[in-house]
């Protein structure tokens, strides 16, 4: 039963860490105010299910590229879901 607690515990600990780094989406009135630099443009695979899931992916894909921010800038629903963003740091 300990080992469950500490497992649960540990679980709860990473995907609080990782909502902390994940990278944040932002409208275009947030890139010009803060003046956000672009380091480029992830999108996501056929194969999401939700415009949140293509969200997650997104967010995932501009943590790779070393970004904090992404914008949103095309989707398409065709039976999954698909997205492009334009990565920010």
Do not use: C
Not at 43 to 65: F, G, N, R, V
């Amino acid at each position: 039963m300990k080992l469950i607690k500490t497992m649960v515990i540990g679980l709860l600990a990473g995907s609080v860490s990782f909502a902390a780094l994940a990278a944040k989406e932002v409208t275009k009135e947030e890139v010009d105010n803060l003046k956000l630099e672009k380091i480029g443009t992830v999108s996501t695979t056929a194969e999401t299910t939700s415009p949140m899931d293509a969200k997650k992916e997104l967010s995932a894909k501009a943590d790779e590229k070393g970004g904090k921010y992404f914008l949103v800038i095309a989707g398409r629903e065709h039976g999954k879901f698909s997205a492009t963003a334009d990565v920010y740091k």
